[in-house]
């Protein structure tokens, strides 16, 4: 009888002893995700000095409910996006830890540019054609005269008893595929030019000509950009890595790692896709509501302010890389966005509104494609020799301005209904 009780108490004891350990080992699995929850939270909320700016997100959306004016639900709105933008291309490179140089350059190829693509899906898909071309062409033009502008500008003083220089084959190519783009804008519109006033009586059926003019363009230019990817992921990889970003690159896959897992960058950029996605709708409808209160044009607010916001993440970085004298890297920031843009975003919302049966079309009228072209070229002979001084950057920031002052005056109110041909009526 006294080693049965023996027993028992063995038995009762072990079970016990594996009850305490089930108990502890509970407790270090809460708490170490309360930990990983806590890092987390440490690292993509407030790893940014635009950490700042995220109250904005919950009083946009408290407003909206609240039904505040419309102007204040826009100035938030917009405010939130500024750091959202940032975040989204942090966890971007967090996921390329994981996923490789490949597939990491493509996912930010696609999240790089993903608030100005979610508002323009949110204007397409409200008909607000004259928000989206502007939008986008802002965009472009941001990315290409202020970014780079202001790149070379900060650059060149930095290292001003030095000569930058940058390898002009990465140049080179983003330099085709942009004029590639401005060629297929500039076709509808030659060819609106071209039929003139005296065809009034069939404008039907110019109309249906234009819009299938642009959606042929854009298949052709969803392809170029897809080559484009491959020549630069793939097989020309070489263009677009510098030897001392090479070398930077291998000491940092050695010395630094992911701060967060790749699941946990997934969750939070999914979180974030979505509430960028919620701010954009915000921002296109109420963009009328402020352009009338402000005494703004909705022209400069789409095509100055918003891109402004959307990229401040990418202006920070590309000035940063330059005050370091690595021109390549903020050409690649600044030149691959506006090819981004021009070759994959613009064409993506005409293939778009063709399946949901909106009439979205390449034709920016003249004062918009005519801004492009002459951006472009500017471009074209500020790349040219291989060199950079702080010359330059003066030059594309005063070319920007003179373009935000034109589109700043550019007050005539737009008929939504009777936007067609890239004309704005009265």
Not at 162 to 191: I, T, W
Not at 266 to 291: D, P, Q
Not at 314 to 321: L, Y
């Amino acid at each position: 009888m006294g080693s049965l009780r023996d027993l028992e108490n063995n038995v009762g004891e072990e079970l016990e002893r594996k009850n305490d350990e089930e108990i502890i080992m509970k407790k270090k699995k809460n708490a170490q995700f309360f930990r990983i929850l806590l890092v987390n939270f440490q690292e993509v909320i407030l790893g940014t000095k635009l950490c700042l700016l995220l109250p904005a997100i919950p009083l946009a959306i408290l407003a909206q409910y609240y039904h505040f004016a419309r102007p204040w639900i826009f100035a938030f709105s917009l405010l939130g996006l500024a750091p959202l933008a940032e975040r989204v291309s942090f966890l971007t490179e967090q996921i390329a830890h994981f996923t490789g140089p490949t597939v990491g350059g493509l996912l930010n190829a696609t999240c790089g540019n993903a608030t100005e693509m979610i508002i323009g899906l949110f204007a397409l898909y409200q008909r607000k054609i004259h928000v989206l071309k502007y939008s986008l062409l802002g965009s472009i033009l941001s990315n290409l005269l202020l970014v780079l502008g202001s790149s070379l500008f900060c650059g060149g003083l930095a290292n001003i008893k030095k000569e930058q220089r940058f390898d002009r084959k990465q140049a080179d190519v983003n330099s085709l595929l942009l004029l590639l783009g401005l060629l297929c804008h500039m076709l509808p519109l030659m060819y609106r030019l071209a039929l003139g006033p005296s065809i009034s009586n069939i404008n039907n059926n110019v109309a249906t000509s234009i819009l299938g003019l642009s959606r042929v363009s854009s298949i052709g230019m969803l392809i170029a950009y897809a080559a484009y990817l491959f020549f630069q992921l793939k097989t020309h990889r070489q263009f677009f890595e510098s030897p001392e970003e090479e070398e930077e690159e291998n000491k940092v896959s050695e010395d630094e790692e992911a701060v967060i897992g790749f699941w946990s960058s997934f969750a939070w950029l999914i979180g974030m896709t979505i509430t960028i996605a919620l701010l954009s709708e915000y921002v296109v409808g109420t963009i009328e509501a402020a352009s009338d209160s402000w005494g703004i044009s909705v022209s400069f607010i789409s095509l100055i302010v918003l891109p402004i916001v959307g990229n401040a993440a990418e202006h920070a970085g590309s000035i940063i890389f330059a005050l370091k004298n690595k021109l390549d890297i903020s050409l690649g920031v600044a030149l691959g966005s506006a090819s981004q843009i021009s070759m994959f975003v613009v064409p993506l919302c005409v293939i778009m509104g063709w399946i949901i049966g909106v009439d979205m079309d390449l034709d920016f009228s003249i004062l918009e494609t005519g801004s492009l072209a002459f951006s472009i070229i500017l471009i074209a002979f500020t790349l040219q020799d291989g060199t950079s001084h702080y010359m330059k950057g003066v030059i594309l920031c005063l070319a920007y301005c003179a373009i935000g002052a034109c589109f700043f005056f550019h007050k005539i109110p737009i008929n939504i209904e009777n936007y067609s041909y890239g004309i704005m009526s009265a």
